[in-house]
C-alpha cells in the first residue's frame, strides 16, 4: 500500500517546546506516512534528535529549502523572507495528502491541521497576550508591509476544514473564537528522564528554569522568595537560561547582582539538566502566559514540588490548589503553609509520583496517529 504523503511546515526550528513536540510528530508518523519537511531555517537534524531525545534517520524524511536562506533570514528582511515562504507553502500545498504547521498558524489554501503551540497566532490574540512590540520605522516599516503583501491570504485566510490541536486547554479556549473547529487538547511530550533523588536528601532551595524574557515575570520570582527570607526562610533560588543583551536580561542581571542567595547558571541542556533538576525540593515559574509550560512540566516530573500562577495554562500541568497562587502575596502565603508542613510536602510528592504519566511520549504519539489516520 501506497504511503500518503504529510507536508510539515516550520519556519524556523528554534530549540523549544514545540520543536520537541514535531520530532516526536515526525516519529509516530515515520512508520505510515512519507514525510517532507519545508522550513526557512534552523534545521538540524543531529541536533535537533539531541534536543529532544528521538531517533529521526535521515532516510525516513526529506527536507525542502527554499533559496536565499542564507541572505535574509537573519535580516530585518526575515519578513520578506517569511512571506516567501508562506507563500510557496500554499503554492505546493496540493501535492501532498496531509498539510500541518508545526506550531501556530497558517493559510494554505487547503486543509491543514495546525498545532498551536502558543496563543499568540493572530493579530487580535497577539494585541491580547503577546510582548510590547516597538512599531517600526523608515526602511524597516517598509519592508514589514512589503512583507505582510507578499504573504497575502497565505497569512490569515484559514480553511473551514482545517484541524486545530492545541497544546493546553487554556490555549484551546482562547483560540476557538477563531477557529472554524474547537481545537483539540492533545499536550505535548515531556521527553526527559530523570535521576531519582530521595526528599530528604534533596537541596531546600528553588530553581527556576525557562527562558529569560519579560512575560515570565522573573522579577516576580525573586520578590517571592525574598519575602519568604524576610521570614526567616533560609533559602536560594537558582536561575536557569539564557542572558542576552536585551534590556531585561540587563535588568534581571542587576537585581541579583547584590544578592549572594541567587545563582544564574545559564542555559544548561541534556546530562546537565537531568542531573541538577531533582537536586531540588521546589520550584517556581511566574509567568502569567504560559501557553503549556515545558520547563514547568520537566520540574514537575523531576519530583520538585513546584508553585505556578493560576493564569495560564501551567496549573492544568500541577492540578493542586496548594501550588497555583493568584499574586505574588497568595504565593508567599502558600509556599509558607508548606515548607512549615513536611506532611504536606510528602502527601504532595506523592501526586507527582501519580501524575507524571500524563505527559508521556507514547500517549501524545497515540493521539496525535489517532486523528492523522481519520484524514
Request: hydrophobic share 40%; proline share 3%; with cysteine.
Amino acid at each position: 500500500m501506497k504511503k500518503r504523503t504529510v507536508l510539515i511546515a516550520h519556519g524556523f526550528w528554534g530549540r523549544g517546546g514545540a520543536e520537541i513536540a514535531t520530532m516526536y510528530l515526525i516519529e509516530a508518523l515515520r512508520e505510515t506516512y512519507k514525510i517532507h519537511i519545508i522550513t526557512r531555517g534552523g534545521w538540524d537534524l543531529n541536533e535537533l534528535n539531541n534536543f529532544a531525545k528521538t531517533s529521526v534517520l535521515p532516510s525516513e524524511i526529506t527536507i525542502i529549502k527554499l533559496p536565499f536562506a542564507s541572505i535574509l533570514k537573519q535580516t530585518f528582511a526575515g519578513h520578506i523572507w517569511h512571506a516567501l515562504f508562506l507563500s510557496y507553502c500554499r503554492k505546493i500545498a496540493s501535492k501532498y495528502d496531509i498539510r500541518v504547521t508545526a506550531s501556530r498558524v497558517m493559510g494554505w489554501g487547503k486543509p491543514a491541521i495546525h498545532f498551536l503551540s502558543d496563543v499568540v497566532w493572530n493579530d487580535e490574540l497577539v494585541a491580547s497576550y503577546g510582548n510590547q512590540i516597538i512599531e517600526p520605522k523608515g526602511l524597516k516599516k517598509i519592508l514589514l508591509l512589503f512583507g505582510k503583501t507578499i504573504a497575502g491570504k497565505a497569512q490569515y485566510q484559514l480553511h473551514k476544514d482545517d484541524v486545530f490541536i492545541a497544546n493546553s486547554y487554556w490555549t484551546s479556549k482562547l483560540s476557538t473564537p477563531y477557529t472554524s473547529t474547537k481545537p483539540i487538547v492533545i499536550y505535548p511530550p515531556v521527553a526527559r528522564e530523570f535521576n531519582k533523588l530521595s526528599w530528604n536528601k534533596r537541596l531546600n532551595s528553588f530553581i527556576s528554569l525557562g527562558r529569560i524574557s519579560a512575560e515570565k515575570k522573573i522579577e516576580d520570582t525573586i520578590t517571592i522568595i525574598t519575602d519568604l527570607r524576610k521570614k526567616g526562610f533560609d533559602l536560594n533560588l537558582t536561575i536557569i537560561g539564557q542572558f542576552g543583551n536585551d534590556d531585561y536580561s540587563k535588568k534581571i542581571e542587576i537585581e541579583i547582582k547584590n544578592k549572594p542567595w541567587i545563582t544564574a547558571l545559564g542555559p544548561l541542556h541534556g546530562d546537565e539538566i537531568t542531573s541538577l533538576l531533582p537536586q531540588f525540593k521546589y520550584g517556581i515559574n511566574t509567568c502569567l502566559r504560559e501557553a503549556f509550560g515545558i520547563s514547568t512540566a520537566e520540574m514537575y516530573k523531576a519530583g520538585i514540588i513546584t508553585f505556578v500562577p493560576q493564569q495560564g495554562a501551567q496549573h492544568e500541568i500541577i492540578g493542586d490548589k496548594n501550588l497555583i497562587f493568584s499574586d505574588i502575596q497568595d504565593a508567599t502565603n502558600k509556599i509558607e503553609s508548606i515548607l512549615k508542613s513536611e506532611e504536606l510536602q510528602l502527601h504532595l510528592i506523592d501526586n507527582i509520583i501519580k501524575k507524571k504519566k500524563d505527559f508521556s511520549i507514547e500517549k501524545f504519539k497515540n493521539e496525535v496517529l489517532k486523528i492523522f489516520n481519520l484524514l
